[in-house]
């Protein structure tokens, strides 16, 4: 009867999630400190039974349950165990359980971390996180519920999707959940500072912590996600503009424009109304993934098969969460003021145009994503929108945002000085143009090689010298040790995270420019060269593993005539779903990846093989790293963990903030 637990769970955690999205709001908008404060023991409610049903779930899988639909369609009594627990998000239903968790989680995190906001906000915040549960919840528990039984249980169960047979598939899908669901607590916070008409810098502090933490999660859910296609689909690419992979893309893109303007409406009370309008559009376009995903209206490796209902019940959803919070914009935003002027060579400027950049690049993306969905629905017929439109849009588009990027540090809040920020990254501009020019030349490259080699080294060499700058201040007072630990972390996260994005574009120009591939048919004593290394094919021999065999070859790689790796890729045909997978070989070093895949084998007795030298591939990875630890670095920042200040002072303390750079704060609007 454990699965039956596991339906009374989702109930409870429904009924309580109700209350949630409704008691401490109502109590909020009639000032009853009673109801607020149900609030807080509300979402540790919901939360504990959404993870009981969770438990009960990875229970089922582990204890090979096939009583359970679920277990049975996506486990096998051959599945080592620890594959048996990532299926427990390996197909909807429990991928969509997943979600709840992390959603709940969300919301006790803020319930646990939010003792030194209002009541009234705290309320507001976690009624709306609540409702959002609420439509999660009865998602589940309607159309794609994780317990139904079926019976008689059925010997054996169906297996895991080989695709899914990873380790990257059992860390990706939470990474990558966390960071979806982790907007929802900056669309709470922002439909909360709208119905309660406070959008100052005390909102945009409280919010952007938890902003940059789901940033965070969602940059390492899509690195996660592209390091999985790169070794495990065997095409030897990172990113194909698959549309699943563009819905993951578009609310990072929004997200990323989010913290940067949380950070001017933090610091200089600017962009209030953008700013809220950011926040709803991030978590809509997680919810706009959502319902791509889970509605079969298109195929990709990545996306689960549905039936019509889940489609229409998400399309129903995002109409009412999207609809609903942007009425409540138009409405409340006109009362919201336009914030501190700033002239247009100004920080302000800046960051707004960058913004402006992202959120028209996100969407071309969503263009490119919808145009062939709703060209097929209409009946005008099927087209493929594919990497060339993508390329073609969004390099340019960037080309600004890498520009300013290095320039907006330099220059002034408020009122800058053009002649000032050119003599200051005058050096560093003809540097990067000498370095870009003798790498292009030295490698033979292409004007589109250069022109991303500029681009990397102008923002690396920028994030460099306003590093150093920053140090220098005031080195007649303090020692380089004092001068570096006086470096608020969200500086040093700024720092880092753009120095991730100069690795990233290195890498990424490196490996389009100087890639090397070569296709052929071998047979055993065969060898195929590519990129100035040979590879000999020595051997095949049959493999069996814990629910496949497998077809192993040997590749010895040599260069200039001496020995550099012996590479092991398979050719895989899973035992229960009969579906041959591709193993890739990879030699991951410094400056390239050497990479062999096994293709079909031909009645001549070949083997169809490619191989790969991918220069500097590991950079792409890198600059991925890089930049999630620069958003956990801001995330952490003192002032963040500080208990906040109240949110309305005596002039005497706003005089005492100005003085010391701190924004002034602004009280909340008046209806």
């Known amino acids: 009867m454990t699965p039956e637990l596991g339906n009374v769970a989702l109930i409870l955690a429904l009924g309580l999630s109700s209350l949630l999205g409704v008691l401490p709001i109502w109590g909020a908008h009639k000032q009853d400190a009673r109801w607020m404060a149900l609030a807080r023991p509300l979402a540790a409610g919901q939360f504990a039974f959404v993870a009981l049903a969770f438990g009960i779930l990875v229970s089922a899988f582990v204890s090979n349950d096939f009583s359970v639909a679920y277990v049975a369609g996506n486990a096998n009594s051959l599945l080592p165990v620890y594959y048996r627990v990532a299926g427990t998000w390996g197909g909807h239903e429990g991928s969509l359980l997943l979600w709840q968790l992390m959603l709940t989680g969300w919301t006790l995190g803020v319930a646990l971390f939010s003792r030194a906001l209002p009541q009234a906000t705290v309320a507001r915040v976690l009624g709306g996180l609540g409702l959002i549960s609420v439509g999660f919840l009865s998602f589940t528990l309607f159309t794609s519920n994780p317990f139904e039984r079926v019976l008689p249980a059925p010997p054996d169960g169906r297996d895991l999707n080989p695709l899914l047979q990873d380790f990257g598939m059992i860390i990706h899908p939470p990474m990558l959940y966390m960071g979806y669901v982790g907007f929802s607590v900056a669309f709470a916070f922002a439909i909360a500072a709208l119905i309660e008409g406070r959008l100052d810098a005390a909102w945009a502090k409280w919010s952007r912590p938890w902003t940059l933490l789901a940033w965070v999660f969602l940059t390492l859910g899509i690195f996660l996600g592209s390091f999985w296609a790169y070794y495990e689909l065997g095409w030897g690419g990172w990113w194909f503009w698959d549309a699943v992979e563009n819905a993951s893309f578009m609310p990072w893109l929004v997200g990323t424009a989010l913290i940067h303007s949380l950070s001017v409406s933090e610091k200089r009370g600017s962009f209030k109304n953008w700013t809220v309008l950011l926040a709803i559009l991030a978590f809509s376009l997680s919810l706009l993934g959502t319902f791509l995903v889970r509605s079969g209206v298109l195929t990709s490796v990545h996306a689960f098969a549905s039936d019509p209902r889940r489609g229409l019940y998400i399309l129903v959803f995002l109409l009412i969460a999207i609809g609903g919070s942007l009425a409540l914009y138009a409405w409340r935003a006109p009362k919201v003021g336009l914030g501190g002027r700033f002239s247009l060579f100004s920080r302000e400027s800046m960051l707004l145009i960058n913004n402006v950049f992202l959120v028209v690049t996100t969407g071309t993306v969503l263009l490119g994503t919808l145009y062939p969905l709703a060209l097929d629905a209409l009946g005008l017929g099927k087209i493929s929108v594919g990497p060339p439109y993508f390329e073609a849009v969004f390099v340019p588009l960037m080309l600004p945002v890498l520009l300013f990027m290095s320039v907006g540090p330099f220059v002034a809040w408020k009122q800058g000085s053009v002649k000032r920020v050119w003599l200051e990254l005058r050096d560093t501009a003809l540097v990067s143009v000498a370095l870009a020019l003798s790498i292009a030349l030295a490698a033979k490259t292409s004007v589109a090689v250069a022109a ?210 701190a924004p002034l704060r602004t009280g909340p609007l008046t209806t």
């Open 452 to 661: 991303g080699l500029l681009l990397a080294l102008w923002v690396l060499l920028g994030s460099v010298l306003h590093l150093v700058q920053r140090l220098q201040a005031g080195r007649d007072r303090a020692t380089l040790s004092q001068r570096w630990r006086a470096i608020p972390l969200s500086f040093w996260g700024m720092v880092v995270a753009h120095i991730g994005v100069g690795v990233f574009v290195l890498g990424v120009t490196l490996v389009k420019g100087l890639d090397h591939a070569q296709d052929a048919s071998l047979k055993e004593g065969d060898t195929v060269s590519a990129g100035g290394y040979q590879f000999a094919f020595k051997s095949l021999e049959k493999r069996k593993g814990p629910n496949y065999v497998a077809g192993r070859a040997t590749f010895e790689v040599s260069r200039d005539g001496q020995h550099v790796v012996t590479m092991y890729p398979e050719k895989r045909l899973y035992i229960v779903q009969r579906m041959p997978m591709t193993e890739a070989a990879i030699d991951r070093g410094l400056t390239r990846d050497l990479y062999v895949s096994l293709g079909e084998a031909t009645p001549n007795g070949a083997w169809g093989v490619r191989v790969q030298v991918k220069p500097f591939m590991g950079w792409v990875w890198a600059g991925c790293l890089v930049m999630a630890l620069g958003g956990l670095l801001a995330a952490s920042d003192r002032r963040y963990r500080q208990r906040a200040r109240a949110t309305s002072a005596s002039p005497h303390a706003q005089a005492a903030d100005a003085l010391q750079g």
